[in-house]
């Protein structure tokens, strides 16, 4: 230390796990005070003193070093914002628990890296007399500066003019104006202005009375607020239960306290509704943050936020890092679904990060769903989260009736249709009465696989080991790395001219119900429709507002949604998610069907679901049929508990990546060694993936298992390490501590 000089440690903001660890740097005397934690930095890197950018960890008064080895810090990055100290706790909590480099998790809970310049309007504002212009204006017209005299005869008449109808109506430039300023004939006034995402028109929906149940959950969840407990709540509630409402009364009790909320949903289709009542309520205290609005919509929120402009915020995962500075709830709502697990390193799932932000910050957490996650039910189990049951439908509603359809007896009796004669005979009726229908496939666009019917070969992406999709305009198209193809007319194995794909998508759908119900209006909702900006809002509210009479899309129609028209649910193909690889498959497609079912019959009118299966005695069909969560939770822990999967034991994913197969597998054995020499872990692999290869890239993996996750971060700490002195060139390795997909 030397003349009372400060010292900061600095993450650098690269990946690369060698320099996962905070490095020393002085901070000088000209940018002592200013530098804090959070303060993104500019600093010298390495021998030859290479430019870099990093976050400061901590500021101290004396370093580990000698004096003369450190370097100054050169400055702060232009235009960056601070980050919040909460921040890094939570990014070393990410860090810890799922792996992946110090850096990389500040990326992942910094929601705006740099700042965006905020929107400016401008005014001219007269400053001289109307008569004063007026003779300005005529000589203006002697001199021939046509551009000058219309702007001068404006102010005369207005003596306030936004600068953006000087320049587009007016056709005048800003040379002109700048010339008018400079003769003191007007002044410039700037303002600013908080960019504000926009969503389609919002009604006011009106406000509901809690019934018996919901009032409990309410009344006891305040009453723990009031006393500052720090909980932990799952309510587990039939689909059209009342769980918004609930919320609702929640988050006004949050903010009467005068603290912040933050509520999270699964998906960006979900925003358009559960804005809509949230706004009705709070109006525009409440915003949104998610991936499709721009980088300074996204900005703004995060300065409304800080700045206490807003007291709500609703989004998908990554609203989670909202920099609020008085949390007092987070909300997960669909608790149960995967997009709130990152698949990116770090592989961070959001319910156990949001539980560490709500401990940091004395908040309350609720998850609630119809169909919880067995983690969060097991944890409800033992004690770790209070269970809330709502076991009847808000409005006294019936859950729908459901039917389910055996495929195979269709098949035999002559039906080649993709509708069994019970749904199409529904169908019919809700048509004719003017109900809503919503048909639901878990697949998107002529999805057929191609396949020769003499030697059986897929046709398959030459980047991935899976199977290309037949698209309209005889295309092919890979899902996975986006490679298309023209459709061949002769098989690419054996020259067949017999290639045939089924037509089992969305589109497919879409053009067969156009043939049945030629004067009904449909909408199709699925990834491609849903590309456009806004395009979720408009399809939702077109929808919701009647304009169509049938809804046909993928999973995002059936989450949440709510329909007090729709009458009739058809489900095609229910069992398509059983045959996935994965030991998730049986809790996937029961928590999938319950919701798809439960869209029907939220309204006055009773409602019908109709689920057509191959697999009709399936426990997860069965039990989804009957909205029977514990009967299939039941059956499904036992399966666990004997296999030995989550929740019943933790598991680490060890995912590795290469363009080189040979040297990626020998690479997995190596570390399958490794890993097999530390501990008493249930190690199953290296083994390929579950699809071999993707953009060129060889997959293989190993599966760790133990009931102790602390064990499972030594063992990756243990492989961390290992990889450090490992040449990667073209490989790379991740870490997934319980994952929810199998790759």
């Keep these: 230390m030397v003349n009372g000089s400060q010292y900061a440690d600095v993450i650098i903001d690269i990946s690369i796990e060698k320099l996962d660890r905070p ?33 400061v960890t901590a500021i101290k008064d004396h370093a580990d070093y000698d004096d003369d080895k450190i370097k100054d810090i050169l400055g702060l990055v232009d235009g960056s914002i601070s980050a919040e100290e909460r921040s890094f706790e939570i990014a070393a909590y990410i860090k810890d628990t799922y792996g992946g480099t110090l850096s990389q998790a500040l990326k992942a809970v910094i929601p705006v890296k740099s700042k965006v310049k905020p929107v400016e309007h401008k005014t001219l504002v007269r400053k001289m007399s109307v008569e004063e212009l007026r003779s300005l204006a005529d000589e203006a017209f002697r001199q021939k500066k046509t551009a000058k005299e219309r702007l001068l005869r404006a102010l005369a008449e207005d003596d306030r003019i936004p600068v953006s109808f000087v320049t587009r109506q007016l056709n005048v430039s800003g040379s002109t104006v700048n010339s008018i300023i400079k003769s003191g004939a007007a002044a410039l006034e700037s303002d600013t202005e908080y960019r504000k995402p926009t969503v389609s028109e919002i009604k006011n929906s009106k406000n509901l009375n809690l019934n018996a149940e919901q009032q409990i959950i309410v009344d006891t969840i305040s009453s723990d607020m009031d006393e500052q407990k720090c909980g932990k709540y799952l309510i587990h509630g039939v689909t059209g239960s009342g769980k918004t409402e609930v919320y609702l009364r929640l988050a006004e009790k949050t903010v009467l306290l005068g603290k912040q909320v933050i509520f999270l949903i699964p998906e960006i289709a979900l925003t358009y509704q559960t804005l809509a009542r949230f706004y009705s309520k709070f109006g525009d205290r409440v915003s949104v943050l998610n991936s499709s609005m721009s980088n300074g919509e996204k900005f703004d929120q995060c300065e409304r936020a800080k700045a206490g402009d807003i007291d709500i915020i609703i989004g998908p995962r990554s609203a989670l890092f909202t920099p609020f500075n008085d949390i007092g709830l987070i909300i997960l709502d669909e608790e149960h679904e995967l997009s709130y697990k990152s698949e990116n390193t770090p592989k961070y799932h959001a319910r156990e990060v949001a539980a560490r932000i709500c401990e940091l910050s004395g908040a309350a957490l609720v998850l609630g769903s119809a169909t919880p996650s067995l983690e969060s039910y097991s944890e409800a189990e033992k004690g770790g989260i209070r269970l809330f049951e709502l076991k009847e439908r808000a409005t006294g509603a019936s859950l729908p009736k459901t039917e389910i359809i055996d495929l195979r007896a269709e098949l035999a009796s002559g039906n080649r249709s993709m509708f069994s004669r019970r749904l199409k005979s529904l169908m019919d009726e809700a048509v004719a009465s003017g109900d809503q229908i919503m048909l639901f496939l878990n697949r998107r666009g002529f999805s057929g696989q191609l396949s020769c019917r003499e030697c059986g070969k897929v046709v398959k992406c030459p980047h991935c080991d899976v199977p290309m999709s037949v698209h309209t305009g005889n295309k092919l198209i890979c899902h996975y790395c986006g490679e298309t193809a023209p459709k061949p007319s002769l098989c690419p194995a054996c020259g067949s ?9 969305t589109e497919a759908v879409e053009e067969r119900i156009n043939k049945m119900y030629p004067g009904v209006k449909t909408l199709r909702m699925d990834k491609d429709t849903t590309s456009a900006k806004g395009s979720y809002d408009k399809i939702l509210s077109s929808f919701a507002e009647g304009e169509a009479q049938i809804l046909i899309g993928t999973q995002m129609i059936v989450k949440g949604h709510d329909f007090p028209n729709v009458t009739l649910v058809g489900i095609l193909a229910a069992d398509l998610s059983l045959g996935v690889p994965d030991y998730r498959a049986s809790e996937r497609t029961f928590q999938l069907l319950t919701q798809a079912c439960g869209r029907a019959g939220r309204g006055e009118k009773p409602g019908y679901s109709i689920i057509q299966t191959y697999q009709p005695d399936h426990y997860a069909i069965l039990t989804s049929s009957e909205q029977d969560y514990k009967k299939f939770y039941d059956e499904e822990m036992a399966y666990r508990e004997t296999a030995g999967y989550p929740p019943a034991v933790h598991m680490l994913a060890v995912q590795f990546f290469g363009t080189d197969e040979k040297k990626t597998s020998n690479l997995a054995l190596e570390l399958g060694d490794v890993i097999k020499s530390n501990g008493t872990n249930r190690i199953l692999g290296p083994a390929p993936a579950n699809i071999g290869k993707v953009m060129d890239y060889y997959r293989f993996v190993i599966y760790i298992k133990n009931a102790d996750a602390s064990k499972l971060a030594e063992i990756r700490n243990v492989c961390e390490e290992f990889l450090t002195n490992k040449n990667m060139n073209q490989m790379y390795v991740q870490f997934d501590l319980d994952p929810l997909n199998l790759i």
């Design 23 to 55: 490095f020393t740097y002085r901070i000088p005397e000209r940018l002592s005070g200013i530098i804090c934690v959070g303060s993104r930095v500019r600093i010298p890197f390495g021998g030859g003193n290479t430019e870099k950018k990093g976050y």
């Design 497 to 505: 001219k017999y290639l045939a794909a089924i037509k089992a998508g």
